[in-house]
Structure formats: C-alpha cells, structure tokens
T-cell receptor, first 116, second 116 residues
Framework: GAGVSQSPSNKVTEKGKDVELRCDPI?????LYWYRQSLGQGLEFLIY????????KSGLPSDRFSAERTGGSVSTLTIQRTQQEDSAVYLC??????????????FGDGTRLSIL | AQKITQTQPGMFVQEKEAVTLDCTYD???????LFWYKQPSSGEMIFLIY??????QNATEGRYSLNFQKARKSANLVISASQLGDSAMYFC?????????????FGRGTSLIVHP
C-alpha cells in the first residue's frame, strides 16, 4: 500500500515568502505528526493531529508556523514570512490512532526547505 | 533536560563485526515504548525495532536486537554482522504512555559508518 507522501520534495524560496508543505498520511491513520530536522540534528517535534484536531501544538516555534488537517487525512504546514533559520527538512509521520504498543510512526521522505 | 540521549555522534565498524549504539532515556512514566529508526543518506526514516517498558525479554528483529536495561534506563541497539548498507544515521526514540502525550521524542542520532 501507499506510504506517507510529502510534497514538494524540495522547496527553495526567498526570505519573507510564505510556504506550504503538504503531507498525505497512510490511509486510515488517524494520528499525524510534523517534525523538523536541521542539519546534523535530531527530530524536533512541531505539531500532532488526532483526526482533524491538534491536541498538541507545543512544538511550533513561532506564530509564523501553522498547520491544519482536513477530512482526517491531508495536512498542510504553513510557514509565513520565512526566515533563513527555517531552512531544514520537514518530516511528516502517521500512525494508527495515537500509537500504542509496538505501533511505530511511518515517515514520509520529507520536504527539504531552503530559504535564500 | 534531554529525554533521549545518544552520546555517540559517530561510530565506525568493520563489515561483519557487531556494533552497539547507545541510548539512555529519562522518564517518570511506568508505561513507555522505545524505538530505533535508521535514516540512510537518502533521508527516509526506517523503523527497526521496538521495546515496551513491560517487556521482559529483549526485542530482536533479524540482525537487530535491543539491549534493554530498565534500571539503568538504557536501550542500546546491537547490530550483528554489520553490512555496508547499514551505514546511516540511527535514532533512538521514546513514547511516554502514562500521563505523557504519546508523542515520540527523538535523540540527536548516531552516525554509523561500516568499513569494508
């Protein structure tokens, strides 16, 4: 079956522009996560969705970052007025429900965002 | 405080040898899960192995085993008979399941290079 799909795979934009990153999770997975991975770093949690609601937005680094999920499926992460420090790989993951027992997260290939 | 600590930024191993990648964690939850993921240079995150906090036996998956020492709060990954294709970043993650958010937290990773 299809895995987690993210688009675009690469995005280069100028400082100050807005960007939208898309994540299409595995069908039937109700939990969806966004992470940010800077060069040589681990994964920084951004936001978690259960269905369409976001019970945990604690990782969003500033109010320039927002995310939504519609129909319990596709999610969009939006970064407004991009800054150079936003350059990173943005990873999306999904899991059945909120993940219990040995259910791992399934990751997309990420969007590599470069801010000039 | 870091919830997941991976103290080895880089490790080298000879092909066909075994290697241990260290991971220590910090939680006051009684119920939690520990995961290891592999991230090759291509960027995708690949789930390797899972250990539940109540599991008494160490988890094994093929050439991967998890050396779980609960009292020490360590969950080291052991790769037996290393292969060139094992060269990648390896991330340890923990999901707290009691009073926690069920959102996995990742360590900074260990870069493994397998020499022929």
């Amino acid at each position: 079956g299809a895995g987690v799909s993210q688009s675009p795979s690469n995005k280069v934009t100028e400082k100050g522009k807005d960007v939208e990153l898309r994540c299409d999770p595995i069908s039937g997975h109700t939990a969806l996560y966004w992470y940010r991975q800077s060069l040589g770093q681990g994964l920084e949690f951004l936001i978690y969705f259960q269905g369409n609601s976001a019970p945990d937005k604690s990782g969003l680094p500033s109010d320039r970052f927002s995310a939504e999920r519609t129909g319990g499926s596709v999610s969009t992460l939006t970064i407004q007025r991009t800054q150079q420090e936003d350059s990173a790989v943005y990873l999306c993951a999904s899991s059945p429900a909120r993940g219990t027992g040995g259910q791992p997260q399934h990751f997309g290939d990420g969007t590599r965002l470069s801010i000039l | 405080a870091q919830k997941i600590t991976q103290t080895q930024p880089g490790m080298f191993v000879q092909e066909k040898e075994a290697v241990t990648l260290d991971c220590t964690y910090d939680t006051s939850d009684q119920s939690y899960g520990l995961f290891w993921y592999k991230q090759p240079s291509s960027g995708e995150m690949i789930f390797l192995i899972y250990q539940g906090s109540y599991d008494e036996q160490n988890a094994t998956e093929g050439r991967y085993s998890l050396n779980f020492q609960k009292a020490r709060k360590s969950a080291n990954l052991v790769i037996s008979a290393s292969q060139l294709g094992d060269s990648a970043m390896y991330f340890c993650a923990m999901r707290e399941e009691t009073g926690g958010s069920y959102i996995p937290t990742f360590g900074r990773g260990t870069s493994l290079i397998v020499h022929p």
